[in-house]
């Protein structure tokens, strides 16, 4: 049995990447995958290398997996970039951090645009320091009209605080006569999110081993499927990506989808 197994998985290696992909996009795609990049210090320490090179690691892994993403008709990527969190580490750390989407995006937009990318971002814009702020913003600009996939970057991102801002305005909405308290229904928070405009994700990715949540998209994952790999997000590659689909696309096939007709 165990042989059988691994003379598959020999096999399976064995087929081109392109041959992969056409399989994979045979059967059911989903349409939003969210990631937690998450491993790119340890990536950098098991090379005594200085944690930003993680980072910058990590960057061209991005560029790897949007481009297998949007080759295989996903609709949406979201990238835990950023999280509200993330403000505690140190001043160079971040300084660093929020230089990335400008060297991301000086480096890639081009591709991202030739492969009809569409650049988004959810959580609190306003406090990014402006070099930041204007490269995503020219990003999001250079690519608004694109229809393709949506790669839509978590920065400076926490679900709780979504929540929060959620319910605020609902209740000055309420308080203002503008609702009925009986309006507010499921679909009526899910416009009222950051997400708003967005399919919701069908699979959460968390790479490097850790199996938490930690305040990434609470309401917006309570159907999806979760799974977490060992993988460290800068060793993350088209292989890896083309297996989390094929295993997402196992379970769908196993289970169906009927946990919201009251099977589960
Ligand atoms: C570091 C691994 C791309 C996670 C990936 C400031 C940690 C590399 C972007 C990016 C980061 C963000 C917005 C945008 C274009 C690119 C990015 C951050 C960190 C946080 F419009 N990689 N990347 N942003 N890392």
């Given at each position: 049995m165990l042989e059988k197994l691994m003379r598959r998985k020999t096999a399976e290696t064995n087929v081109s990447l392109p041959e992969q992909i056409a399989l994979v996009k045979s059967r059911k795609i989903p349409a939003h995958v969210a990631i937690i990049m998450d491993g790119n210090g340890r990536w950098a320490k098991k090379r005594n290398l200085p944690r930003i090179a993680g980072h910058h690691e990590g960057m061209k892994t991005v560029r790897k997996i949007t481009r297998v993403a949007n080759d295989l008709g996903i609709k949406v990527l979201t990238l835990?970039?950023?999280?509200?969190?993330?403000?505690?580490?140190p001043k160079m750390e971040i300084d660093f951090l929020m230089k990335l989407p400008g060297e991301f995006l000086s480096t890639y937009l081009p591709e991202l645009i030739e492969q009809n990318v569409k650049v988004e971002m959810i959580g609190n814009?306003?406090?990014?320091?402006d070099h930041t702020k204007k490269a995503i913003q020219r990003a999001m600009e250079a690519t608004a009209?694109?229809?393709?996939m949506t790669l839509n970057f978590a920065m400076n991102y926490g679900s709780r605080l979504e929540l929060i801002e959620c319910v605020k305005e609902i209740a000055n909405q309420a308080a203002n006569g503008?609702?009925?308290?009986?309006?507010?229904?499921e679909s009526f928070i899910d416009s009222h999110?950051?997400?708003?405009h967005l399919p919701e994700p069908d699979l959460l990715i968390r790479t490097s081993g850790e199996v938490r949540?930690?305040?990434?998209?609470l309401w917006q994952l309570a159907y999806a499927e979760f799974s977490f790999t060992d993988v460290l997000w800068p060793d993350f590659d088209e292989q890896c990506m083309l297996n989390e689909i094929r295993e997402f696309q196992s379970r769908s096939r196993r289970f169906g989808n009927v946990e919201r007709d009251g099977d589960v």
């Open positions: 835990y970039a950023f999280s509200t969190e993330n403000w505690k580490r814009f306003n406090v990014l320091p009209s694109n229809d393709g503008e609702i009925d308290v009986s309006d507010i229904d999110l950051m997400t708003a949540l930690s305040n990434f998209m």
